[in-house]
């Protein structure tokens, strides 16, 4: 069976370096790169790399101008859209021009792009799609000590986790699967060009190498079975808030949340939803959650449903 990959954004940063490795493994058939240029970048000889020109996820013909220059005949085993923009932003100095461009370009262009590879049967049973988004995108782990500002980012990255969920939801039954990743803190010009760099070495940033690595290992496990889920390959050693938000001894790779979790304090402790399993994502989950809570501190049943209703509430 053939492997070709789709690479969205394969000319720097962690997008170049996924082009550099999967053309590398003697499993990949081709890998599909693209390019905003009108010509492939100077280090384009690579062998087993098939450039596409001309793509810019933030227009609205994309998926269109991808499909046009795709073969038709063949299927993409795993398609990653790694395209970003970060427009630096304070309360002080929000930036409207670069928030409608981080939206389209992390949001708005993905949709685009995969619907028009399933309806051109590019995708097929077995398939992954994997978004590239950010832990900034998670709700849950916004913390009081990193503040706020940067409206753009985050928020365009919390869409991308809300599409990436409805994308799941409508290709389960395709057999096609959706992940979204955190990727890790990068050396990379786009963190630099925003003043990131100062954080490198105290946030354990790391080369677009190593995260390619640790993304095409993540990769290779991803299946069916997680779909629609947000993980952190490389775990939460460079995420600032993980500890704080969702305790110690923290596994790798480290499912992401990006939603509320609920905390229930009683009988002198904080318990978290995620105790019974895993955080609840629908209010009826929510609430089995805090009635097994208070099921074990034998608050008596005919009150469970009542104050879980309660608890719920002033989420």
Known sequence: ??????????????????????????????????????????DSSESHVSWIQNIDISQPDVGEALVSQLPSSIKLSCVIITAGYFGFETFDDPDWEK????????????????????????????????????????ITLRHEKEGGGNYGHHASKAALNMVGKLLSLDLKEKGIAVGLVHPGFMRTEMTKSVGFDKYWDAGGAVTPDEAAQSLASFIDGFDISKTGQFWAPRGPGDIGTAEAVLGNDLPTPLQLPWRVILRMPHCGEVVESRKYGQIAETPTAAVLCIEAHFAEYAVPKTVRSHQAMEELSAV
């Open 99 to 138: 928030e409608v461009r981080m939206y389209t370009t992390s949001a708005v262009g993905p949709v685009f792009v995969v619907q028009r590879l399933v309806k051109a049967g590019l995708l097929d049973k077995g398939s992954k799609v994997i978004l590239v988004s950010s832990e900034s995108g998670s």
């Open 1 to 42: 069976m053939s492997n070709n990959v789709l690479i969205v954004g394969a000319t720097r940063g962690l997008g170049a370096s996924l082009r550099r490795l999967y053309a590398s493994k003697a499993s990949t058939t081709c890998v599909f790169a693209t390019t905003r240029s009108s010509a492939p970048p100077g």
